[in-house]
């Protein structure tokens, strides 16, 4: 951590941020140039917040050197983190990207298998299906709870699909855990703290979905948090963020984070093309971009008739169009290369 001394401040107050320094068991270097002094605090520096120095009268400014997700970073592992589901399905690395496909609610058995086959065919290797649904209104459809996860688990068992589902709420972590191969962090709870506390207790995959306004950072931090309490299979996901135009997309697909997360961490990161533009015309082209990209995966959702969807239809792709999109990425996948730009 460097810590950067106003132009004019004292030898006591130099004197103060070094003694405050040794009291958090860190060591200093004193650089005195002609005009600052700049103070290198040395040691465990991640426990401490760079608020705490810069309250200290005469610190202009404090700059950390390292990140401060450690162990999400790159810097602490070069290699690539591999997620692995269901004991063959990778997702991360160089291997191929991995496509996890269905609705954005599950609705009903019927329609969740037939959805399930499609995804099959079509080469997904994961089923997805809300159960539990954040929803802006409080009478809108939340979910079918408990029968959704049985719905998903009996699809997994026909298709053989690997399934993810969205968790919300800690008290169902252990039921959620039991019918799901990977439990997804929605959106609107990337920075609930509490929840994200908890999943260190299971050993399932975790899904990251990046907050509505979370910078890169805050993203990462909250990965973080998730290793930190012993849950190191983290899967990132980008899906758009908020913006100042949503006059036509949902939100603003963050193309840029995909190979910016691939350079800052290890952690396998996928892309969500359906919550990041909100309009089923812009899933395709963006999901085609985001591999270029470097995306791991894509989660895109699907249903035999978006217009009767409970929720999320406008966004979602029939199976006329999610068959066209696998082709075209099977096509693509002949001319890019799933290398890590480095
Ligand atoms: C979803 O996947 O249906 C969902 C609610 O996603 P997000 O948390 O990204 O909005
Ligand atoms: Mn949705």
């Known amino acids: 951590m460097i810590i950067i001394m106003e132009p004019g401040a004292s030898d006591s107050q130099i004197q103060h941020v070094v003694e405050f320094a040794h009291n958090l068991e860190l060591k200093t270097i004193v650089n005195k ?11 465990e520096t991640n426990k401490y917040s760079t608020e ?6 005469g610190v202009r400014t404090v700059q950390r050197i390292q990140v401060p997700f450690k162990l999400a970073s790159r810097d602490s592992q070069h290699t690539d983190t591999v997620v692995t589901v269901k004991g ?36 997904a290797k994961i089923i997805r299906g809300g159960a539990f649904k954040p929803r802006t209104g409080p009478r809108m459809f939340e979910g079918l709870g408990k ?38 962090i929605g959106a609107r709870n990337m920075q609930n703290f509490t929840l994200l506390n908890e999943l260190g ?23 973080e948090r998730i290793m930190d309490k012993g849950n190191t299979q ?13 006059k036509y997309t949902r939100n603003v697909a963050d193309i840029a984070a995909i190979p910016l997360i691939r350079r800052l961490s290890h952690l396998p990161v996928i892309f969500d093309p ?5 309009k089923w015309n812009l899933v395709s082209p963006l999901a085609l971009a985001s591999l270029v990209a470097g995306a791991q995966g894509l989660i895109v959702e699907v249903h ?23 082709s075209d990425i099977e096509k693509l996948m002949n001319f890019i290369s799933p290398t890590p730009c480095k």
């Open 304 to 326: 035999p008739d978006p217009e009767k969807a409970l929720s999320d239809g406008p966004q979602t792709l029939n199976f006329e169009n999610f068959r066209k999109l696998c």
């Open 201 to 223: 207790r299971v050993k399932n995959p975790i899904l990251l979905k990046r907050g509505l306004s979370a910078t890169i950072d805050e993203w990462l931090l909250a990965a």
């Open 33 to 43: 140039g002609v005009v600052q002094t700049v103070i290198a605090a040395i040691g």
């Open 234 to 246: 983290v899967i990132m996901c980008e899906r758009g963020i908020r913006t100042f135009d949503s």
């Open 274 to 278: 359906s919550h990041a533009t909100g």
């Open 88 to 123: 063959n399905i990778k997702i991360g690395g160089n291997n191929p990207p991995v496509m996890i496909a269905g609705p954005c609610s599950v609705e009903n058995q019927e329609n969740l298998i037939a959805i399930a086959k499609v995804a099959k065919e079509c080469g």
């Open 52 to 57: 705490q120095f810069e309250a200290i009268d």
């Open 147 to 184: 029968l959704g996860l049985e719905y998903l688990d009996v699809a997994r068992k026909e298709t053989g699909l690997a399934v993810i589902t969205e968790l919300m709420d800690a008290r169902d972590l252990d039921m959620v855990a039991e019918f799901t191969d990977i439990i997804q």
